[in-house]
Each structure stands twice: as structure tokens, then as C-alpha cells.
Nanobody, 124 residues
């Protein structure tokens, strides 16, 4: 069972940049499709981006308007989420997730393993 640990959250100024990391416990991270979700206060957890096992294919929620970039480095057992020009609406707890299925999907039900989340607060 893979364990996931997010890092890189914190307090960020509007207009600043964000780079989150998700470290996996297993060296076989390449066996998992992975994704990022976020949950803002009072809202449901929502899909942000997904990436296939090799990293060759990525996909994003339409609502993110192309503002995020997901990537992975299987040699380092790590996945990343990058965003520039942050706005206040990016404030949320960000979660990484993994599944052994080839295509992870965009629903929380599509993923089997979750990290504990990392808080991102964007302030003006």
C-alpha cells in the first residue's frame, strides 16, 4: 500500500507562485496513476489535475482554466503541482492521490490512496 505525503503549502501572496510536492513511499510509483485535488472551506473536494503512470499524459479540470501544471519524477518517487499568478480562490487544502488503474479519472472515487493534505492560503 503506497503512502503519500504532500509538502510545499503555506501562506502565499496574491500573484505569487505555488509548487507542491507529493512524495510516495514506494519505489514503484510508476505503477500508479496520480492526481491532485483540493478542498476549499465549506466546499467539496474537487479535482485539479491528473497524470498517467509514465507522465506522458496529463489532464486538468476545465474549471482550472489552464492555470496549473502537473508533473512527476518517477525516479524520485515524487509528483508536483505548479501554479503561477496565484489568486485568492486558490486557497484550499491540496491533496495528492494515487490509483493502480491506468487512467486515474477526475473523481475522488477513482483513487485508492490519499495523502493527508497540505494547506495553501493565498492572501492579499
Amino acid at each position: 500500500q503506497v503512502q503519500l505525503v504532500e509538502s510545499g503549502g503555506g501562506l502565499v501572496q496574491v500573484g505569487g507562485s505555488l509548487r507542491l510536492s507529493c512524495a510516495a513511499s514506494e519505489r514503484t510509483i510508476g505503477s500508479y496513476s496520480m492526481g491532485w485535488f483540493r478542498q476549499a472551506p465549506g466546499k467539496e473536494r474537487e479535482f485539479v489535475a491528473g497524470i498517467t503512470r509514465s507522465g506522458r499524459n496529463t489532464y486538468y479540470a476545465d474549471s482550472m482554466n489552464g492555470r496549473f501544471t502537473i508533473s512527476r519524477d518517477n525516479a524520485k518517487n515524487t509528483m508536483f503541482l505548479q501554479r503561477n499568478s496565484l489568486k485568492a480562490d486558490a486557497t484550499a487544502v491540496y491533496y495528492c492521490a494515487a490509483t493502480s488503474k491506468y487512467y486515474g479519472g477526475n473523481s475522488v472515487n477513482d483513487y485508492d490512496y490519499w495523502g493527508q493534505g497540505t494547506q495553501v492560503t493565498v492572501s492579499s
